[in-house]
């Protein structure tokens, strides 16, 4: 069976070093529950920062501490105090944190915050990779190790990555405001299977990752040159069945087994029956729209006198990140709000909020739940929001109403919840007197639903579910038909020596020189020639140039070398030293299409026409990519219809369309080479859709390369075209 590892910002185990041994205790937090079967019921590893320096302790409790982890299949990485300063205090909460959950004026940009997230991760990497091997599976968390996943698979190409983001991913025009957005991204894309809560986070990623860095998206995969990494929602559940069964254990409590809490609260209906108590519980930040609660719960107050006294708000918030001056500001301005309230409309026998800044123990919080007939839960962002789950899980007679804002990500699946904007006081004022005043026969057919939806979708299952999708990604991605030309160079080189009459078809944009934007400013380097001139001074070599540009570039470039040249897509070659088409055609036809073409240039900004002598063309590199890809649909669709009557085809490159007269393509210009010569050795590397043509051509015995891309008829891949040019480079170098 493959080991899991598991990796997030902390181990989910807190250690205790006050006593003489070191007591270690599981934490609760939702992730360490989240993960708790596939913890401990199969074969894994959990790495996160300890909480702890190595520093602070001597040489045999350090020993002690680590073993106690071990066996409970922990492996910390440590981390210096400067770096959670920074990384974690700095970037992760200040940088991250809020832009994610869209506080752009909040959000800080430093430099030293990013250098030392970079180096954060890199850490991370470091240590995981001293202790896997390819054959694990890696499942790395939330946003504090966005570069992790890249880190790893620059170790380890093969290893099955899954990343799963806890918070929203936000869109496009937020992100985009990052100096490091590109990086996050490409830090992200390392994995094979990217999880999020709600689909709206996954559009916006596929979006940034199009938009950002030009990967293409076909449905929920994206593709990338050499990999295709998959998108999916995956909603996070909670452990329903331990909010049930201590829910329904507390509620046949007798008198006396009674908690305080328990209590205090019955004490509160004792006092006045027909009172209603409702519970807002979440960690005292900005996102969680605690001071839109307020002014809503005033609101209702205010609009509504003939609740007064008769409805309380139990507001618990849990101190967090209290060293962020925006969290210390916040504080105190729900300090002040609920002194403010309070004063203004309660009195001797009655406290309109109840508010409490601390954290509880999960089972008073369930005691909580228990015995609240409304939840107010008013984010203003927020990624899922476990409490409106465990709430309803908590109430075994079904009784209780929701009322949850839009803006959370478990809103998306609990539409019978009465669903509110927290920007919207009235509304949620309103959305009170409802929820008071629904029947109790309402109550429990909406809660019935939702929490079959709960029960079944529980956090075990989002966390199988997850694994079960990246297992079978990496199952996927083995199956990928080209393999990588490094694992069969060597085999290559040999028979590239031995062989008597060897030909070889190049490619030129994407896989001897970078794909420009410009595709006008691509010209050959003199390293370039340098690499071609000494591939064909070799006596045994023909090295042809097989090139989509038009032929007077391609001669001005290389018609005064040794090699071959094919030009226009197999429309051009050069042979006995002139230029001479592979057929007749005639070109009669351009002045149908140009109009066509040339209105596309006019309505799309950044894109350009080029006219051949036997093609027209449309380039849109340099196009916004939504809308040059939805320009392309368009295009093609308009020609496909009136290309029936002429001897035409279209075809598709890396952001360009190109018209051309049928049956001519660098596939025939191959064969047209291979004709009368008797090779031994044959070789094709290309990067896009037009070179496939020579792949399909070529005999079965030819190395066919693709530049990235796994979609391909080639046999072999390579990685770029820094490693085209090393590969050939160390190919010319091969010598009997
Ligand atoms: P959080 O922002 O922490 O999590 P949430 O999903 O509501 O938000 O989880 C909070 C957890 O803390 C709950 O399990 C709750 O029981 C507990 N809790 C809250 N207040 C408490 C208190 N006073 N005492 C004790 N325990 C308390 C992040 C994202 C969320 C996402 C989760 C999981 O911000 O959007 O749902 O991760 O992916």
Redesign the pocket.
């Known amino acids: 069976m493959q080991r899991i590892i598991i990796v997030s910002n902390r181990l989910p185990v807190s250690l205790d070093f006050s006593g003489e041994k070191v007591d270690i205790t599981s934490g609760?937090?939702?992730?360490a529950?989240?993960m708790k079967s596939v913890h401990q019921d199969r074969e894994s590893l959990w790495f996160g920062w300890p909480r702890y320096s190595p520093r602070d302790m001597n040489k045999h409790k350090l020993e002690e501490t680590e073993n106690l982890l071990r066996k409970n299949k922990c492996s910390p990485v440590y981390l210096e105090k400067k770096d959670i300063d920074n990384y974690y205090y700095g970037f992760s909460n200040r940088t991250l944190w809020p832009l994610f959950?869209y506080f752009m004026q909040y959000t800080e940009y430093k430099t030293e915050y990013w250098e030392s997230y970079k180096k954060v991760n890199r850490i991370f990497a470091d240590t995981i990779a001293k202790e896997i091997t390819e054959n694990d599976i890696v499942w790395v968390h939330?946003y504090h190790l966005l570069l992790l996943p890249a880190m790893l698979r620059e170790k380890f190409p093969d290893l099955g990555i899954g990343f799963?983001l806890?918070?929203?991913f936000p869109s496009y025009e937020v992100f985009r405001l990052l100096p490091w957005r590109n990086e996050l991204v490409e830090g992200m894309l390392g994995a094979d299977l990217l999880g999020f809560?709600t689909y709206d986070y996954e559009r916006h990623f596929r979006s940034c990752a199009h938009r950002l860095l030009g990967y293409d998206a076909d449905f929920n995969t994206i593709k990338m040159d050499t990999r295709e990494i998959k998108l999916d929602v995956f909603p996070?559940g909670?452990d329903y069945e331990y909010f049930e069964n201590a829910a329904n254990e507390k509620r046949n409590r007798s008198v006396k087994d009674k908690t305080d809490i328990q209590r205090e609260i019955d004490r509160y209906f004792l006092s006045a029956p027909d009172r209603k108590l409702i519970i807002s519980?979440?960690?005292l930040?900005y996102?969680?729209g605690i001071p839109n609660r307020l002014w809503a719960f005033e609101r209702f107050l205010e609009k509504y006198p003939e609740y007064l006294e008769k409805v309380t708000l139990m507001m618990?918030?849990?101190p967090?990140r209290s060293n962020v001056p925006q969290y210390q500001k916040m504080k105190q301005e729900v300090d002040e709000l609920v002194g403010r309230i309070n004063g203004k409309y309660g009195g001797i026998n009655w406290t309109p909020i109840w508010y409490?800044y601390?954290?509880?123990?999960?089972d008073?919080?369930i005691e909580l739940y228990l015995a609240s007939e409304i939840a107010l839960i008013t984010?203003v962002r927020?990624?899922?929001?476990?409490?409106?789950k465990?709430y309803l899980a908590s109430k075994p007679d079904n009784k209780g109403v929701l009322i949850l804002s839009e803006m959370?990500?478990?809103a998306k699946e609990m539409s019978e919840a009465i669903i509110i904007n927290p920007n919207n006081m009235d509304e949620i004022a309103d959305s009170i007197v409802e929820a008071i005043n629904m029947p109790v026969e309402e109550q429990i057919a909406r809660n019935k639903i939702l929490k079959n939806r709960l029960k079944r979708y529980n956090v075990n299952k989002w966390a199988t579910d997850f694994l079960r999708a990246l297992k079978d990604q990496t199952a996927y991605k083995a199956t990928y038909k080209p393999k990588n030309i490094k694992a069969t160079k060597f085999h290559i080189f040999k028979k590239y020596k031995k062989a008597k009459k060897r030909i070889l078809f190049i490619d030129y944009d994407g896989t001897l020189t970078h794909f420009k934007k410009d595709p006008k400013k691509a010209m050959p380097d003199k390293n370039l020639y340098l690499l071609l001139d000494h591939l064909s001074s070799d006596p045994k070599n023909e090295v042809v140039i097989v090139s989509g540009r038009d032929k007077n570039t391609i001669d001005n470039w290389f018609g005064n070398r040794k090699f071959k040249l094919v030009a226009e897509h197999g429309s051009w070659l050069y042979k006995n030293n002139k230029w001479q088409r592979f057929r007749e055609m005639n070109d009669e036809w351009k002045e149908i299409f140009e109009p066509i073409f040339q209105w596309y240039v006019d309505r799309t900004p950044g894109s350009l026409y080029e006219e051949k002598d036997y093609s027209l063309t449309w380039h849109y590199p340099n196009s916004d990519p939504e809308l040059g890809k939805n320009r392309s649909i368009e295009l093609k669709d308009e020609i496909t219809s009136l290309i029936a009557n002429h001897d035409l085809e279209i075809m598709e490159g890396k952001k360009v369309i190109e018209l051309k007269s049928s049956g001519i393509n660098k596939g025939q210009a191959a064969l047209y080479y291979l004709a009368d010569n008797s090779y031994d050795f044959i070789m094709a590397i290309g990067d896009d859709w037009t070179d496939e043509y020579i792949f399909h051509e070529l005999p079965k015995s030819a190395y066919t390369i693709r530049v990235g891309s796994i979609n391909t008829e080639a046999r072999y891949f390579i990685d770029g075209v820094d490693a085209v040019r090393d590969f050939l480079k160390e190919l010319s170098k091969q010598k009997v």
Do not use: C
């Open positions: 609760i937090g939702g992730l529950t989240g959950h939330d799963f806890h918070i929203p809560h996070m909670i519980i979440d960690r930040d996102s969680k618990l918030a849990t967090t409490f601390r954290a509880l123990p999960l008073r919080l984010p927020d990624g899922m929001n476990l409490v409106a465990e959370a990500g478990s």
